[in-house]
C-alpha cells in the first residue's frame, strides 16, 4: 500500500494543479456535449452576424480605399472575428456565474483539489470553443469568398492574436461571473460589450469618425487586434494616421497583456473571497 501511494504523494503542486485543471477543462467540454444548444447559439451567432453585415450591409458600406461590397468583405472579415472572440467574456460571466448559483462553485471548492484549477480550468475551456468558433467563422468566410494573403506565418499570428485576445478578456469574464447576482445580469453585459465593439475599426476605419471619437476608437484594444489581423492577414485597411495604428501588431500583444495583469489577479482574488 505505501509503496504504491508513494508517488503519487511525491508529486509537486504543479503536478495536480495542471490534473485537476484538466479535470475541470474535461466537466465543461462535457457539458457542452449533452447541451449542445449552448454550443449552436455562440457558433450560430458569429455565423449570422458574418453573414448579415456581410451580405445585408456589405453593399452599402465602402472599404478604405474604394471598392465594392466584396472589397468591403475582406475588410470586415477580420474585424467579425475580433467582435467574435470580444463578444465571448459574456459567455464565460454566464457559465461562471450560473456554476455559482448552482453551488457547483461550493463543491469544487469543498474537494481536495488546487484552488487555481477552477479559473484556470474555466479559462482553457474557453480558449477551445474560441478555436471551434474560429475555425467555423474562417470557413464560413473562406465561402463568402474571403482569403488570407499573409502567407502562411501570417495567418497563423493573426489567428494567434485573436486567440490572445479571447482568453485575456476570458479573466474579465471570470472576474465579472464572480461579481453579478444571476445569469440575467450576465446577458446584460451585452450593453457594455456592443458598443465597445461599434467604436472601433471593427466596421470602419476611425479615421471616417468625428476626430474625438476617432482617437478613442483607435485606442480600443479590440481596435489593434482588428488593425493587426488585417495587416497580417493582407486584408485592405490595416494602415492608419495615429501612433496606435502603425503600431497595431504590437499594441495586439501589449493591450492583452495589460487586460491579464490587470484582471487574472482580480479573478482570482474574487474567488479566493468566496471561501471566507
Known sequence: MTSTLQPVAGRGRLYWALADCGNI???????????????????????????????????????PGGGGAADYRDFLMPG??????????????????????????DRFRSMP??????????????????????????????????RSDGGFLG?????????????????????LGLLVPDPEAAGGLFAVAFPLTMISSVFVQPGTMPDWLGAVAA???ISSTAAATRELFGNPGAGGGSWVEQHAVLMAVVWPVVITAVFLPLAVRRFQRLSR
Open 25 to 63: 477543462v474535461r466537466r465543461q467540454l462535457t457539458h457542452y456535449r449533452r447541451k449542445p444548444v449552448y454550443i449552436a447559439w455562440q457558433l450560430g451567432f458569429p455565423i449570422l452576424s458574418v453573414l448579415l453585415y456581410g451580405y445585408v450591409f456589405g453593399g452599402a458600406m465602402k472599404p
Open 80 to 105: 467579425m472575428f475580433v467582435m467574435t472572440m470580444a463578444f465571448g467574456f459574456i459567455n464565460t460571466a454566464t457559465a461562471v456565474v450560473t456554476d455559482a448559483n448552482k453551488g457547483v462553485i
Open 113 to 146: 483539489m488546487a484552488p487555481s484549477a477552477v479559473v484556470t480550468g474555466r479559462g482553457a475551456t474557453d480558449v477551445i470553443i474560441a478555436c471551434a468558433e474560429l475555425t467555423i467563422l474562417a470557413a464560413t468566410a473562406f465561402v463568402m469568398g474571403w
Open 155 to 175: 495567418t497563423v499570428a493573426a489567428f494567434g492574436l485573436l486567440l490572445l485576445l479571447r482568453y485575456c478578456l476570458t479573466w474579465v469574464g471570470i472576474w
Open 219 to 221: 485606442w480600443n484594444p
